[in-house]
């Protein structure tokens, strides 16, 4: 039997970081994660609860209005 392709093999393995301070809790991150990384704690704020499903398509960071996401790639090199 033939296995299925279930979308991209290298998940992201950096770190995925919410500013608390500027997120105003609206869901778009959770909405937009087509793979499920974020959900909401009992007050709204998001949290980043699978970040071993993240493939780094970076819909949350483009899609966040307050500029609350960010993501270290720990693969990017410093200064080039």
């Not at 392709?5 to 909405?31: D, F, L, M, S």
């Not at 994660?33 to 499903?53: A, L, N, R, S």
């Amino acid at each position: 039997m033939e296995e299925v392709n279930k979308g991209p093999q290298h998940k992201y393995r950096g770190k995925i970081t919410i500013n608390e301070k500027w997120c105003k809790k609206c869901g778009i991150c959770v909405a937009f994660c087509p793979q499920g990384v974020f959900v909401t704690d009992d007050f709204g704020m998001p949290i980043v609860k699978y970040p071993e499903k993240c493939v780094k398509c970076m819909l949350c960071v483009i899609r966040c209005p307050d500029f609350a996401i960010d993501m270290e790639d720990p693969d990017a090199k410093n200064g080039v």
